[in-house]
């Protein structure tokens, strides 16, 4: 049990290095929401085990490293500008465009504490960079086919799936707006998309 517990942790921090590729079809803001939800269950899922290997099988207390401490302090200082700000709800949940909010970095905060914890040698460091490589590969091919026009959608019946959106095209989704012109593969929106590849560039 101990064991697949810890695979259970391993995969479920590997499968966030996907996010990236995802986009839910059938939600609101589908670039935006199918990621938040599939990043935030899998840190559910990790957070979970973590603690059920940790209180079951009395393993070695949690390291808390100084970043750890870092982040919550941020958390504290966002809650306490969130009491203050003009909607709390809004500053605690965020908004269906752009799923951030105090929530997101609650999340963020247990992703790197259980990943610090369980990933312990080079090696499974390595491995870790090495799959988020592929995975950049893989959004930049995508990229390239909205750049050539290469139909990308043979997915799209999946609530959960990988695809772009043709250049100039309508999208209900976005209140009808049409897709920026610039090349944005799963993520809808170049600015996001640069961001994200300038990561894989120094990886």
Not at 48 to 77: A, M, R
Not at 157 to 162: G, H, N, Q
Request: aromatic letters at 16%; proline letters at 4%; hydrophobic letters at 55%.
């Amino acid at each position: 049990m101990e064991k697949y517990l810890v695979w259970i942790i391993k995969l479920s921090i590997s499968g966030l290095l996907i996010t990236p590729l995802l986009v839910s079809p059938q939600t609101v803001f589908p670039f935006v929401v199918g990621k938040a939800l599939w990043f935030r269950s899998l840190i559910i899922i990790a957070t979970t085990s973590f603690l059920i290997l940790k209180i079951k099988y009395q393993k070695d207390k949690p390291n808390i490293s100084p970043v750890i401490l870092l982040l919550i302090g941020l958390l504290i200082i966002n809650l306490v500008s969130s009491v203050f700000g003009n909607s709390f709800t809004r500053s605690f949940w965020g908004t269906w465009q752009r799923m951030e909010g105090i929530i997101t970095i609650l999340y963020l905060i247990l992703m790197i504490f259980v990943t610090s914890n369980i990933f312990n040698s080079l090696e499974e460091w390595k491995k870790i960079f090495q799959f988020n490589l592929i995975i950049g590969f893989f959004v930049t091919f995508i990229s390239l086919c909205q750049f050539v026009g290469l139909p990308f959608r043979f997915l799209e019946f999946l609530p959960l799936t990988i695809l772009y959106m043709p250049l100039g095209e309508n999208y209900s989704a976005l209140s009808n707006t049409i897709i920026d012109a610039r090349i944005n593969g799963t993520f809808s929106n170049p600015n996001f998309l640069s961001q994200y590849l300038s990561f894989i560039v120094f990886i």
